[in-house]
């Protein structure tokens, strides 16, 4: 019995290199980033700080547009047997924030969100002075997006709620807000496990792979949340909506449109800071 425990330990030294990836001994040779700075003047006389805004503008601009003019597609026909319907809505949804975060993802880290942009702040991930650049070129965007739908297509923009978003009959303003936490929980938790610069140093696919389970987590919580209230989880797509729309019941509600996502990003950055990655602890080990 001697011999075989001292086979195991030599085979167990000799093919150590096997080692499954994401064990404590490849993790010795990452070092965590510092955190953003939360104030960063020199930003504002960058040239790539104001790229980055307009990236986030035209891929917010970009994404309304599409979504929108897919739910008036929908919503105009009388037989939703004609249409994409509801999987059709939330793959529009879903397909665009895949190919936006593809092709903004090194201008500006592709948030199209305010609610993303604001857990990765909580996170320290990017400085309040970026945060709140990209919140307001997002809303512009969403606003302009809006606005072109609203310009081809007036009339029935105006018949059918112009995309906004609204709790729909049914449901309590508690219901709503609760699907609102949940789904931008959702997405913003497969946003920062996507992103792990951790698992970026480690895993060489990971970045490319990236947009794809954002979109797809965006498309799920659609198919789950729009007939509880359209599905927001996005303060900047619901905002773009209700001010180009502009009617009473349209803002009665919109209020839950940032409380919600802004309560759901919040608790997805403590999840993914405090229990997948730890980070409070590490200074002590």
Same mark, same amino acid.
């Not at 349209?250 to 759901?264: L, Q, R, S, T």
């Not at 990003?265 to 730890?278: E, G, K, N, P, W």
């Given at each position: 019995?001697? /011999?075989?425990?001292?086979?195991?330990? %030599?085979?167990?030294?000799? $093919?150590?290199? +096997?080692?499954?990836?994401? *064990?404590? #001994?490849?993790?010795?040779?990452?070092?965590?980033?510092?955190?953003?700075?939360?104030?960063?003047?020199?930003?504002?006389?960058?040239?790539?700080?104001?790229?980055?805004?307009?990236?986030?503008?035209?891929?917010?601009?970009?994404?309304?547009?599409?979504?929108?003019?897919?739910?008036?597609?929908?919503?105009?026909?009388?037989?939703?047997?004609?249409?994409?319907?509801?999987?059709?809505?939330?793959?529009?949804?879903?397909?665009?924030?895949?190919?936006?975060?593809?092709?903004?993802?090194?201008?500006? /880290?592709?948030?199209?969100?305010?609610? %993303?942009?604001?857990?990765? $702040?909580?996170? +320290?991930?990017?400085?309040? *002075?970026? #945060?709140?650049?990209?919140?307001?070129?997002?809303?512009?965007?969403?606003?302009?997006?809006?606005?072109?739908?609203?310009?081809?297509?007036?009339?029935?923009?105006?018949?059918?709620?112009?995309?906004?978003?609204?709790?729909?009959?049914?449901?309590?303003?508690?219901?709503?807000?609760?699907?609102?936490?949940?789904?931008?929980?959702?997405?913003?938790?497969?946003?920062?496990?996507?992103?792990?610069?951790?698992?970026?140093?480690?895993?060489?696919?990971?970045?490319?792979?990236?947009?794809?389970?954002? /979109?797809?987590?965006?498309?799920?919580?659609?198919?789950?949340?729009?007939?509880?209230?359209?599905?927001?989880?996005?303060?900047?797509?619901?905002?773009?909506?209700?001010?180009?729309?502009?009617?009473?019941?349209?803002?009665?509600?919109?209020?839950?449109?940032?409380?919600?996502?802004?309560?759901?990003?919040?608790?997805?950055?403590?999840?993914?800071?405090?229990?997948?990655?730890?980070?409070?602890?590490?200074?002590?080990?």
């Amino acid at each position: 019995m001697e /011999g075989k425990e001292e086979d195991v330990r %030599v085979g167990a030294s000799k $093919f150590s290199e +096997r080692q499954p990836i994401g *064990t404590s #001994a490849q993790d010795k040779d990452y070092k965590e980033p510092p955190p953003a700075p939360l104030f960063e003047p020199g930003e504002l006389k960058s040239w790539s700080f104001y790229r980055a805004g307009i990236a986030e503008f035209m891929a917010t601009f970009l994404f309304l547009y599409i979504t929108l003019l897919t739910v008036m597609g929908v919503v105009k026909a009388n037989s939703k047997c004609t249409t994409v319907g509801i999987q059709g809505i939330a793959w529009a949804f879903g397909g665009m924030i895949f190919a936006l975060v593809y092709c903004t993802a090194g201008i500006s /880290g592709g948030h199209i969100n305010p609610a %993303v942009t604001f857990g990765l $702040f909580l996170a +320290r991930k990017l400085s309040l *002075t970026r #945060a709140i650049f990209y919140m307001i070129m997002q809303c512009l965007g969403a606003i302009c997006g809006a606005g072109v739908v609203k310009g081809f297509q007036k009339g029935l923009y105006e018949s059918n709620g112009g995309g906004a978003n609204v709790v729909q009959p049914g449901y309590t303003k508690g219901d709503a807000l609760g699907a609102e936490i949940v789904g931008t929980f959702v997405l913003v938790y497969t946003v920062f496990s996507a992103t792990d610069a951790k698992r970026n140093a480690r895993d060489s696919h990971v970045p490319l792979l990236a947009p794809l389970p954002i /979109g797809f987590a965006v498309f799920l919580v659609h198919l789950a949340t729009i007939p509880i209230t359209g599905t927001s989880i996005n303060p900047a797509r619901s905002f773009g909506a209700a001010v180009i729309y502009n009617k009473h019941h349209a803002w009665k509600d919109h209020w839950i449109f940032w409380v919600g996502p802004f309560i759901g990003a919040s608790l997805a950055a403590m999840y993914h800071q405090i229990v997948i990655r730890a980070l409070p602890f590490k200074s002590r080990s």
